[in-house]
C-alpha cells in the first residue's frame, strides 16, 4: 500500500472528524443533546484529560491542571511522531496492507484529537450556557490548552435495577456510558483490527517464532 493511500485514509477521518467537532461545537451548547435513537444520542461534551476523561491532575495531585493540561498535550504531541514514524517505516518496508491502514487509523485519529488539544482554545470561545463561536475574539484558552469535543453517545440500555437484586437493587444503570467522537473511533478500528488480524498484519514475525 502506497503513502499517498495512507495519507488519503488519514485526511478523509480528519476531514470527517472535525467538521462534526466544528459543527458541534458552533451548533451545541455544552450539555445539549438531541436524540438520534433510544440508543443513539448526539450529546455535547468537552474533554480535558486523556481517555475517558482522566485528568492527570486527578493522578498526581500536586500538579496543577493547566501544567497537567500541557503535559499530556506535549506527550500527544511526541507519541504521534512516533506513530508516523511507525507507518512511515511500514510503507517503506512494504508491510501488509492491513497493517498500514491500522497504522493509518491510528494517526489520523491521534491527529484529530491533538488538533483540539493545541488549536481549539485559541480558536473558540467558550459554550458554557451559549452557542460558542469560531475564531472568537474573546477565547476560552490558548494555544495547547483546547479541549477535546466529544458528541457521540450510545445509552444502549438504561435502566434501574430491580429492588429485589442484592447489593445492586434500585441502583440505576447504563450501558454504553462513554462519550466519544470520529477520531476515538477511527483509533479503535486501527487498534481493533490489529488485535484481530494480528498474524495478517505482522506475517513475518510469526514466520520466525515458527522456525524458532
Not at 5 to 31: H, M, P
Not at 142 to 155: A, C, E, N, R, T
Amino acid at each position: 500500500m502506497s503513502l499517498k493511500k495512507s495519507i488519503f485514509i488519514i485526511a478523509l477521518v480528519l476531514l470527517v472528524d472535525q467538521i462534526s467537532k466544528i459543527y458541534i461545537k458552533t451548533n451545541f451548547v455544552l450539555g445539549e443533546h438531541t436524540d438520534v435513537f433510544d440508543w443513539f444520542k448526539i450529546l455535547f461534551v468537552e474533554n480535558e484529560g486523556a481517555a475517558w476523561g482522566t485528568k492527570l491532575s486527578d493522578i498526581v495531585p500536586f500538579v496543577s491542571d493547566e501544567v497537567a493540561k500541557l503535559s499530556l498535550t506535549i506527550f500527544r504531541i511526541f507519541a504521534i511522531g512516533g506513530i508516523g514514524y511507525w507507518l512511515y517505516d511500514s510503507v517503506k518496508k512494504k508491510s501488509p496492507k492491513i497493517l498500514i491502514v491500522s497504522i493509518a487509523l491510528i494517526f489520523a485519529g491521534a491527529l484529530g484529537n491533538i488538533i483540539d488539544s493545541v488549536f481549539y482554545g485559541m480558536i473558540f470561545n467558550d459554550s458554557y450556557g451559549q452557542v460558542a463561536t469560531m475564531f472568537s475574539d474573546d477565547p476560552y484558552g490558548s494555544i495547547f490548552h483546547g479541549k477535546v469535543v466529544d458528541m457521540l453517545y450510545f445509552p444502549m440500555i438504561d435502566t434501574t435495577f430491580p429492588e429485589w437484586i442484592p447489593m445492586v437493587g434500585g441502583n440505576h444503570f447504563r450501558f454504553f456510558e462513554p462519550v466519544f467522537n470520529i477520531a476515538d473511533t477511527s483509533i479503535s478500528f486501527g487498534v481493533g483490527i490489529l488485535l484481530v488480524f494480528n498474524k495478517k498484519a505482522f506475517p513475518k514475525k510469526e514466520e520466525d517464532q515458527g522456525k524458532a
